[in-house]
Nanobody
């Protein structure tokens, strides 16, 4: 399996931007579809975005569509989440995760490997 480490979280004002990064270790990074999920206090973990092995296709939760962009660099074994126009309701711990499948319904149990998470806090 692949090991994942997120970075880039922090405190930002509403309307601001952040870029999250997820560095992977292991030789098979390009075999995995990658995703970002998040969990706010008192809420269940929810899907945010996912990208295919090649980066040729992406899907997003409706709540972030048009504001967030997922991308990956297989040579660097890194996946990114560019977040623009942030809102207080985007506040959560953001997790990077790897999956062997890519579907229109990337539920949390679709993913095999998880990072430790990075906190994103958006102030109003």
């Amino acid at each position: 399996q692949v090991q994942l480490v997120e970075s880039g979280g922090g405190l930002v004002q509403a309307g601001g931007s952040l870029r999250l990064s997820c560095a992977a270790s292991g030789r098979t990074f390009s075999n995995y579809a990658m995703g970002w999920l998040r969990q706010a206090p008192g809420k269940e973990r929810e899907f945010v975005a996912a990208i295919t092995w090649s980066g040729g296709d992406t899907i997003y939760a409706d709540s972030v569509k048009g504001r967030f962009t997922i991308s990956r660099d297989n040579a660097k074994k890194t996946v990114y989440l560019h977040m623009n126009s942030l809102r207080p309701e985007d506040t959560a711990v953001y997790y990077c995760a790897a999956s062997l499948i890519f579907t229109s319904q990337m539920l949390p149990d679709t993913f095999l490997s998880w990072g430790q998470g990075t906190q994103v806090t958006v102030s109003s």
